[in-house]
């Protein structure tokens, strides 16, 4: 995908961590790719999320707005950018998928505490 680089890479494996999930490690096995952490069949589960696309934008917001530490991130990436913009269009900025996931990337990673 254009633009899909090492640190999307990374920050999408960060994001798919935090949300305990298993990032697949695929192999080959029986000419099949199996994953070696999870010890999943690729046929059985869904690839690796890609957060610059909506569906996982999707999964990513479902899973982000029912944290314990949501309101705290909406007030920091707001108080961060207050006086550039309003309020509003600032989480106005958030409706994008790569700008969402480099958002909650930054703060989980500056919060490290609010991670499993
Ligand atoms: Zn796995």
């Given at each position: ?16 961590e ?28 869904t ?13 990513l ?18 108080e961060r ?14 409706i ?13 990673k ?7």
């Amino acid at each position: 995908m254009l633009g899909y680089n090492k640190m999307s890479k990374e920050r999408d494996k960060f994001l798919t961590e935090a949300m305990e999930l298993c990032w697949h490690r695929w192999v080959y096995k029986a000419k099949t790719l199996y994953c070696s952490k999870c010890k999943n069949w690729s046929s059985a589960i869904t690839s690796n999320p890609n957060f610059s696309t909506w569906q996982s934008f999707g999964e990513l917001w479902n899973w982000a707005t029912k944290q314990k530490w949501w309101n705290k991130f909406e007030y920091d990436y707001i108080e961060r950018g207050s006086g550039e913009i309003g309020a509003k269009n600032r989480l106005k900025r958030l409706i994008n998928p790569n700008k969402f996931a480099d958002a909650i990337y930054e703060w989980l990673k500056e919060n490290r505490k609010y991670i499993k």
